[in-house]
Structures are given as structure tokens and as C-alpha cells.
Nanobody
Framework: QVQLVESGGGLVQAGGSLRLSCAASGRTFSTYVMGWFRRASGKEREFVSAISWSAGNTYYADSVKGRFTISRDNAKNTVYLQMNSLKPEDTAVYYC????????????????WGQGTQVTVSS
């Protein structure tokens, strides 16, 4: 089994920044993808970003490209999501997930999920 624990959410004003962390423990895979998704109130869960663990290739939704940066620390088994220039529409519960299938933007390709962390951006 894999356990994912997110942290770093909170309340921030528009234009501000937050950094989310997701620490993974338990079973590991030779190749896998770590992704971030979010679900705003009353909306479907949507893809935000992902990183392939071995190669470090990164992927972003158009809505966050240029503002968010995903990175990883192999030694700590931790993935980060640096969120800059935050907008009220970024308000959501953010989830990290681990998967081994593609495409990375499909939530159904992820087998393990964290509990989520709330991000609230005030205008």
C-alpha cells in the first residue's frame, strides 16, 4: 500500500503564493507519476499538474501553466506544488495522487490518493 499525506494549504489573498507538499510512503514502483488534482465546491475534480518520478517530466493544466510549478525530492519521496499569482478561482481542495498509467491528466489512472488540503484564495 501507498500512503500520501498533503500539507501546506491555507488562506491567501489573490496574487499570493502557497506551496503544497505531498509525502509518499509505503510500496514504491520503478516508474510512476505523482499528480495534483483539485475539486472546487460544486465542480468536478480537475487535473492540475503531474510529474514523472524517474524522468522528472512535468505536465500542467492550461489554467495553471506559468503560475504553478511541480517538483520532487527523490530522497524525501515528496512532491511539491508551488502556486504563485493565485486567483480566487484556484480555491479548491487539492489532492495529490500516485499512478502508473497514462495519460497523467486522467484521474482514473491514479490508484492512490491523499486526504486533500484546502486552498482558499480571497479577492
Amino acid at each position: 500500500q501507498v500512503q500520501l499525506v498533503e500539507s501546506g494549504g491555507g488562506l491567501v489573498q489573490a496574487g499570493g503564493s502557497l506551496r503544497l507538499s505531498c509525502a509518499a510512503s509505503g510500496r514504491t514502483f520503478s516508474t510512476y507519476v505523482m499528480g495534483w488534482f483539485r475539486r472546487a465546491s460544486g465542480k468536478e475534480r480537475e487535473f492540475v499538474s503531474a510529474i514523472s518520478w524517474s524522468a522528472g517530466n512535468t505536465y500542467y493544466a492550461d489554467s495553471v501553466k506559468g503560475r504553478f510549478t511541480i517538483s520532487r525530492d527523490n530522497a524525501k519521496n515528496t512532491v511539491y506544488l508551488q502556486m504563485n499569482s493565485l486567483k480566487p478561482e484556484d480555491t479548491a481542495v487539492y489532492y495529490c495522487a500516485l499512478g502508473i498509467r497514462w495519460p497523467v491528466s486522467a484521474s482514473t489512472n491514479y490508484d492512490y490518493w491523499g486526504q486533500g488540503t484546502q486552498v482558499t484564495v480571497s479577492s
